[in-house]
Nanobody, 121 residues
């Protein structure tokens, strides 16, 4: 089956940086868009960034230009570079991807397990 495995989370001080990675593997024929979501304590699930197969990116307005999403199509990896981190960025971060498997003719969304980011002094 298709699996998405995330890494790169951790504890950082305000103003610091982290790069999250998510690797998709399994019986994959093609991947369209890939996305990052987050859920902060006491907050609702929100879309952080998305990127198309061709590399066109979109971001949540609240990020103020601090994050960059990118992907490596040859390796089926999506990244989220996070700079100028703030305490309000503390959350569980999840990736997902719109994936077509070898067996079927449709695309379905798959989710990673999540990685924790904590921004604190």
């Amino acid at each position: 089956q298709v699996r998405l495995v995330e890494s790169g989370g951790g504890l950082v001080q305000p103003g610091g940086s982290l790069r999250l990675s998510c690797t998709a593997s399994g019986t994959i024929s093609s991947i369209n868009d890939m996305n990052w979501y987050r859920q902060a304590p006491g907050k609702q699930h929100e879309l952080v960034a998305s990127i198309s197969r061709g590399g066109s990116a979109n971001y949540a307005d609240s990020l103020e230009g601090r994050f960059t999403i990118s992907r490596d199509n040859a390796k089926n990896i999506v990244y989220l570079q996070m700079n100028g981190l703030k305490p309000e960025d503390t959350a569980d971060y999840y990736c997902n991807a719109h994936v077509k498997r070898y067996f079927g003719g449709t695309y379905d969304y798959y989710w990673g397990q999540g990685t924790q980011v904590t921004v604190s002094s």
